[in-house]
């Protein structure tokens, strides 16, 4: 099962979700080969909620993921902490509309809840928790609490980091850190344009349909970690295709 652990439902957190736009976006990851994402979309992106009401109303959720025209979406969120990181939490589909509504009031930048705090809450639900992008130099999360970073399951080796650190560099570094902690490495796109699916992912050597089995997959190492050879034309063209669509999508609000 080839499989993208982190991924985005919209261009940027401004804007509107649409399910034309998702379904393009499903359709696009089939055909770069994957099989199943975890969409972790912003826990503070506009109307947060509207991204699964709308895919309740339209797509079926089998007690583990939608099926959108083949593909397995998993739901998830990326969720900010205080001490500046962003964490990826996926889990049964309940558990994330759950757990968001505890994060009502921690959605401004400032006012973000805790590291500790996070992996606290999260102890409530059966999630897979992923330390997303721990290199990168906005959100270092390998700068934090070693003892709050062992409580996470795993960490993201990330498509952007990958493009924009350099593959060689990204990889040692993450896989470091990973080691030091005694934590697998999963791969995830970071996509929140089509072209850059497919950059890195994961080949988990089990076909998983609900949260236990992806966590079990990965806490027993049953996977490896794939980065295309394209990864920088994939990401590149995804990074300038993505900035013309967000203008124009914002644009269209502004007139709307």
Do not use: W
């Not at 998702?22 to 099989?35: P, T, W």
């Not at 606290?120 to 609490?145: E, W």
């Not at 996470?152 to 350099?166: E, I, M, P, Q, V």
């Amino acid at each position: 099962m080839k499989f993208d652990f982190h991924t985005h439902a919209k261009l940027s957190k401004k804007v509107d979700f649409s399910l034309p736009y998702f379904e393009e976006m499903a359709k696009s990851a089939l055909l770069a080969g994957l099989d199943g994402i975890a969409l972790t979309e912003h826990f503070n992106t506009k109307n947060f909620h509207e991204v699964y009401d709308t895919l309740d109303e339209y797509f079926t959720y089998l007690d583990g993921y939608y099926d959108i025209h083949g593909l397995k979406v998993f739901p998830g969120m990326e969720v900010d902490i205080f001490e500046v990181g962003h964490i990826l939490c996926i889990g049964d589909l309940q558990d994330v509309r759950d757990m968001r509504e505890k994060l009502n009031s921690y959605t401004e930048k400032g006012a973000f809840i805790p590291f500790a705090d996070l992996l606290k809450l999260r102890s409530n639900y059966d999630m897979l928790v992923i330390g997303a992008h721990p290199y990168r130099p906005g959100t270092p999360l390998k700068d934090l609490d070693p003892s709050l970073l062992k409580q996470l399951d795993a960490f993201d080796l990330n498509g952007k980091d990958l493009h924009t650190r350099g593959v060689a560099e990204n990889k040692r570094d993450v896989h470091s850190l990973a080691l030091k902690l005694d934590k697998p490495v999963v791969g995830g796109s970071d996509t929140h344009h089509f072209m850059q699916y497919g950059a890195v992912y994961t080949i988990l050597e089990q076909d998983c349909a609900n949260v236990k089995e992806l966590k079990n997959a990965v806490l027993e190492g049953h996977f490896s970690v794939e980065v295309a050879e394209d990864l920088h034309y994939r990401v590149s063209e995804a990074t300038r295709l993505k900035a013309i669509e967000k203008e124009k999508q914002e644009n269209q609000m502004v007139l709307e």
